[in-house]
């Protein structure tokens, strides 16, 4: 099993950055494709990013894709998403999210472990 503790998010004007953090438990981060997700309210939470086991394999849903860059440090056992270029429709609860089969995230599809989710706020 691997817990997930995300962290990074908060209130930012429309066109600004953040960086989002999410610090995995255990010795196997490194087994793991690694993503997140969002839910924004009265929403279904969909698909944002995913970065496969050794960083080297990136994904991104379209609505992202040349404003967000994921990323991850084997090392410190964390992955992060840079969010630049930020709109108001990026407001949501971003949740990390942990693939240990590698056969869903790179699909768009959720793996088995959550974090608890950090706000993010953008405002017009």
């Known amino acids: 099993q691997v817990q997930l503790v995300e962290s990074g998010g908060g209130l930012v004007q429309a066109g600004g950055s953040l960086r989002l953090s999410c610090v995995a438990s255990?010795?196997?981060?490194?087994?793991?494709?690694m993503g997140w997700f969002r839910q924004a309210p009265g929403k279904e939470r969909e698909f944002v990013a995913a970065v496969g086991r050794s960083g080297g394999s990136t994904y991104y849903a379209d609505s992202v894709k040349g404003r967000f860059t994921i990323s991850r440090d084997n090392a410190k056992n964390t992955v992060y998403l840079q969010m630049n270029s930020l709109k108001p429709e990026d407001t949501a609860t971003y949740y990390c999210n942990a693939d240990g089969t590698g056969l869903r995230l790179s699909f768009g599809r959720a793996g088995d472990y959550w974090g608890q989710g950090t706000q993010v706020t953008v405002s017009s």
């Open positions: 255990g010795r196997t981060f490194s087994s793991y494709t």
